[in-house]
């Protein structure tokens, strides 16, 4: 029994070392396949692909997605509201103000304004409503200083007229003459005594104004010219357009056109494309029936003439005389500083319509 016990034991010990055997060998065979694997296997395994791919490609996506976004973040927080709030919102407040102010306050152009000048009419009363009153001052107001003005005067008279008196070289005129600021009167005076009188710069001519929109009647202003233009030296020939009557006008020539001033001033502007613009022996003309239609389009209305035709001695011989200082040195009527307390109030559309004469001399721009 003791014998048969002790078989049992080293039985059982034999069993317990062949399993302890057998666990080693298992142990070294996993070992060994796990090490196989890592290093047959490394593309395939997360742990091993992660690993590798952090390592050798740190720019790809996944390492910009880890660094990018946290560099963005502490960007924008720290830097893009600062600037906004500091540098744009400021910067526009600073450059846009100034620039609309300076917009606002640029001055008018003042022209070119002589120290001396030298003008004679050849004309009438037409003449006399846009020299008399306010060339002088508004000239001298200006900065000329040598100021010398004249007006071979016929009442009434037109091309026809002023043709046979200076062709008879008859003493038919008044010579009316500014020098000081004073006006003097010369009866009995003949043309050629005013041409030779000084050494005149502009010369100025025109038709009566019943007859200034028939173009018909321009028909001696070729021969009148050819006596003129000898005796004037280097002076420059200017038309005076004159204007229509005022609507209600009980002049004798207002049939002619039957009666509507805007049928007598389209005839006028007809007669001044026709007849002057082709003329090589004219320097220009002063668009002052222009220049009155325009202002009988504002607030003042038809209301510029003392008698249906001769203009008031307020905003309508104002207004002749501004569109001959303007035409003449270039200026903006605005640019004036000469402006009587009577037509102060209304200065604004007398300039206005000025200018739009001068900018658009053979229509109708009406008053804003």
Same mark, same amino acid.
């Given at each position: ?174 010579? #009316? ?33 019943? #007859? ?157």
């Amino acid at each position: 029994m003791k014998k048969l016990l002790t078989i049992l034991l080293a039985l059982t010990l034999l069993a317990s070392l062949t399993a302890c055997g057998n666990e080693g060998k298992k142990d070294d065979k996993s070992s060994k396949t796990t090490t196989a694997t890592t290093t047959a296997g490394t593309t395939t395994e997360a742990p091993t692909t992660t690993t590798t791919f952090l390592s050798d490609c740190p720019t790809l996506p996944p390492s910009t997605t880890e660094t990018s976004a946290p560099e963005t973040t502490a960007a924008t927080t720290t830097t893009q509201a600062p600037t906004s709030t500091s540098t744009v919102a400021p910067s526009t407040s600073a450059t846009k103000a100034p620039t609309t102010t300076t917009t606002t306050v640029v001055a008018p152009n003042a022209g070119n304004v002589p120290k001396s000048i030298k003008i004679l009419s050849v004309g009438n009363s037409f003449s006399v409503d846009a020299m008399r009153n306010h060339l002088y001052p508004m000239l001298e107001a200006a900065g000329c200083t040598d100021i010398h003005l004249g007006i071979l005067y016929i009442g009434g008279c037109s091309i026809d007229k002023h043709y046979e008196c200076i062709r008879r070289d008859s003493a038919s005129y008044q010579y #009316q003459e500014n020098v000081n600021g004073t006006w003097t009167y010369t009866d009995n005076y003949k043309a050629s005594d005013a041409f030779a009188l000084t050494d005149w710069d502009i010369v100025t001519v025109q038709q009566v104004s019943g #007859q200034s929109g028939r173009g018909i009647s321009y028909e001696n202003l070729d021969p009148l010219m050819e006596l003129i233009r000898p005796q004037i030296g280097g002076a420059k020939v200017y038309w005076h357009m004159t204007w229509a009557y005022q609507q209600d006008s009980d002049h004798a020539d207002f049939p002619n056109y039957n009666n509507d001033q805007m049928r007598m001033y389209k005839g006028i502007v007809r007669a001044t494309t026709d007849k002057i613009l082709p003329r090589k022996d004219m320097a220009g003309y002063f668009p002052c029936g222009t220049a009155i239609q325009n202002l009988r389009t504002s607030s003042l209305g038809d209301t510029l003439t003392a008698d249906g035709y001769h203009l008031k001695d307020s905003y309508g011989d104002y207004t002749a005389a501004l569109t001959w200082f303007c035409y003449l040195t270039g200026a903006d009527a605005a640019s004036v500083t000469y402006r009587p307390i009577d037509i102060v109030s209304h200065f604004d559309e007398i300039a206005e319509s000025v200018d739009n004469a001068i900018k658009t001399p053979l229509a109708v721009t009406e008053c804003e």
